[in-house]
């Protein structure tokens, strides 16, 4: 079974400062990681999503990683700012051997507080 | 395009009433899935749908039915509300490709926040 390790639980940062967020996972067999953005009393907004070949994706300030033959996943944020505060979730997908399709299995989050 | 829609955006239900969570989407998704989010567990998966008509059971599929008679709606029902189903539902649909499967981004709906007393 899958199992995905978000560290760490939450993080507090000054404002500019560059942050590394980690995720881990246990079965390298994936299909894709994708990286959420959760607002309090708000739903996920999709970050960036990284296709198993691929080893990196950037967007604006944003930019995650993957190493699937270690597990592991990181997301980069720089010059962060207290718009940035946010609860970030990573989520794999891999193959659901009951219906021949997928299950996405996600890590808790980390909270992320930028300080002005 | 409204993308993933829910309904309602908050609910408090007795002890043994039913109701459903209302799921919609507008582009043309195959893959639908229901998860709850509860502190400490992260979300967690209670049903998904490959396309209209097929159903699956996720993680934690007790006390909730689903069905899929459309491609754009895929509502959850609780039978019997218990208070350990209080928590924040989420919708979430994606594209099921069959070359690439499992390829495309997920999307998420807004939320229902439910409490059972």
């Known amino acids: 079974k899958q199992e995905v390790t978000q560290i760490p639980a939450a993080l507090s940062v000054p404002e500019g400062e560059n942050l590394v967020l980690n995720c881990s996972f246990t079965?390298?067999?994936?299909?894709?990681l994708q990286w959420f953005r959760q607002d309090p009393g708000k739903g996920l907004t999709s970050l960036l999503l990284i296709q198993s070949s691929q080893r990196e994706q950037t967007s604006g300030r944003l930019n995650a990683s993957l190493d699937k033959s270690s597990g592991r996943s990181t997301l980069y944020i720089a010059a962060s700012q207290p718009g940035d505060s946010a609860t970030y979730l990573c989520?794999?997908?891999?193959?659901?051997?009951?219906?021949?399709?997928?299950?996405?299995?996600f890590g808790k989050g980390t909270k992320l507080s930028v300080i002005p | 395009n409204a993308g993933v829609t829910q309904t309602p955006k908050f609910q408090v239900l007795k002890t043994g009433q039913s109701m459903t969570l209302q799921c919609a989407q507008d582009?043309?998704?195959?893959?639908m899935s229901w998860y709850r989010q509860d502190p400490g567990m992260g979300l967690r998966l209670i049903h998904y749908s490959v396309g209209a008509g097929i159903t699956d059971q996720g993680e934690v599929p007790n006390g909730y039915n689903v069905s899929r008679s459309t491609t754009e709606d895929f509502p959850l029902r609780l039978l019997s509300a218990a208070p350990s189903q209080t928590s924040v539902y989420f919708c979430a649909s994606s594209y099921r490709s069959p070359g690439l499967a499992g390829s495309y981004e997920q999307y998420f709906g807004p939320g229902t926040r439910l409490t059972v007393t």
């Open positions: 079965d390298s067999a994936i299909y894709n």
């Open positions: 989520a794999v997908k891999t193959r659901d051997s009951g219906a021949g399709s997928y299950q996405l299995t």
């Open positions: 582009m043309n998704h195959e893959y």
